[in-house]
């Protein structure tokens, strides 16, 4: 089955969200919101493909076929399936038509789909880890989609496409100082781990506050230059939290993009937590969630600061 939808409605390119499909039946009087929050344990299903390299599609798919799927790791010359048992349960491997790992299946009994899909991440990822060691390889997992058999409502995460951009023809200048941020800011839409995508916009604010922006003004008093300092405050937006939106810029990155998320990837463990697991699906969850406002925030500063190094070029 395909359909259309406007990229609009999927949210901010590069962002990923969740797309949820409710199968209806003659007969079943249940709202969508019932079926979908049902708190009662029930059996489901999850798939998950993977890939030898992060994958960048221009639509969203929730379809999960060993033909598409593919790693470096090769199943043994007689098997038909590989079969994993874990702790959360048995996983099934499939493999393609060049014997590579490419699919992976397994069922639980859950009361959410957050909780079968945690389930699956736990039992699973641990091996795929090691693997990835053992072998010194990488291992991507671009799609996992999670089957509510008894409510048939299938959930699954995706990253909204991007739209097609046609370069302005004319003239243009960049500044040369801001040269690593630019590159930073590619690492990041280029990145398919919201740890990593988050780190290189943090980088681009710490590399302003910290030091161009200081280097900028000193140059101007050298130079006897006036620069009009301007506010930097969260854009507003359909996108944006609204307890976030119109605040200084500076005083959010100090107290949360760097207390409360940088501080977790940069260090092995604060205080009395736990360590930071990055193949933990709530840990994930939680740093995409964060993606769009810290990138909405860096684009800010970036086009200020290159203002500012106008002002004294």
């Not at 397994?106 to 389930?119: D, L």
């Given at each position: 089955m395909e359909t259309q939808i406007?990229?609009?409605?999927?949210?901010?390119?590069?962002?990923?969200?969740?797309?949820?499909?409710?199968?209806?039946?003659?007969?079943?009087?249940?709202?969508?919101?019932?079926?979908?929050?049902?708190?009662?344990?029930?059996?489901?299903?999850?798939?998950?493909?993977?890939?030898?390299?992060?994958?960048?599609?221009?639509?969203?798919?929730?379809?999960?076929?060993?033909?598409?799927g593919g790693s470096y790791f090769l199943a043994h010359p007689d098997s038909v399936v590989t079969e994993l048992h874990s702790s959360a349960g048995p996983f099934k491997i499939y493999h393609n038509k060049n014997r590579e790992f490419s699919t992976v299946?397994?069922?639980?009994?859950?009361?959410?789909?957050?909780?079968?899909?945690?389930?699956?991440?736990?039992?699973v990822m641990p091996?795929?880890?090691?693997?990835?060691?053992?072998?010194?390889?990488?291992?991507?997992?671009?799609?996992?989609?999670?089957?509510?058999?008894?409510?048939?409502?299938?959930?699954?995460a995706y990253v909204t496409p991007y739209p097609k951009t046609t370069i302005n023809p004319h003239e243009g200048q960049f500044i040369t100082a801001l040269v690593p941020m630019y590159a930073l800011y590619r690492e990041a839409r280029n990145a398919s781990s919201p740890f990593y995508a988050f780190l290189c916009y943090?980088?681009?604010?710490?590399?302003?506050?910290?030091?161009?922006?200081?280097?900028?003004?000193?140059?101007?008093?050298?130079?006897?230059?006036?620069?009009?300092?301007?506010?930097?405050?969260?854009?507003?937006?359909?996108?944006?939290?609204?307890?976030?939106?119109?605040?200084?810029i500076g005083p959010l990155f100090e107290s949360r993009f760097q207390k409360i998320f940088r501080d977790r990837v940069a260090h092995y463990i604060l205080d009395s937590s736990t360590p930071l697991?990055?193949?933990?699906?709530?840990?994930?969850?939680?740093?995409?969630?964060?993606?769009?406002?810290?990138?909405?925030?860096?684009?800010v500063v970036l086009s200020v600061q290159a203002e500012y190094c106008k002002s004294v070029a």
């Open positions: 406007p990229l609009e409605k999927l949210g901010p390119p590069g962002i990923g969200g969740e797309l949820i499909i409710v199968h209806t039946f003659a007969g079943d009087t249940r709202s969508d919101e019932d079926r979908r929050k049902d708190p009662t344990k029930r059996p489901f299903t999850v798939r998950a493909r993977l890939s030898k390299q992060a994958q960048a599609d221009d639509g969203v798919t929730s379809v999960v076929s060993s033909d598409f299946e397994f069922s639980c009994v859950a009361a959410s789909v957050s909780e079968a899909r945690g389930q699956f991440l736990t039992g091996f795929f880890d090691y693997l990835c060691f053992t072998a010194s390889v990488p291992l991507h997992v671009p799609l996992v989609v999670c089957e509510d058999v008894q409510n048939q409502v299938i959930e699954f943090f980088k681009i604010l710490e590399g302003i506050y910290r030091h161009i922006r200081a280097q900028t003004f000193k140059l101007a008093r050298e130079k006897c230059v006036l620069i009009a300092t301007r506010e930097e405050k969260v854009p507003s937006g359909s996108n944006i939290n609204a307890g976030f939106a119109g605040k200084p697991n990055v193949s933990d699906d709530a840990a994930t969850t939680e740093f995409r969630d964060e993606l769009f406002l810290i990138e909405q925030c860096a684009r």
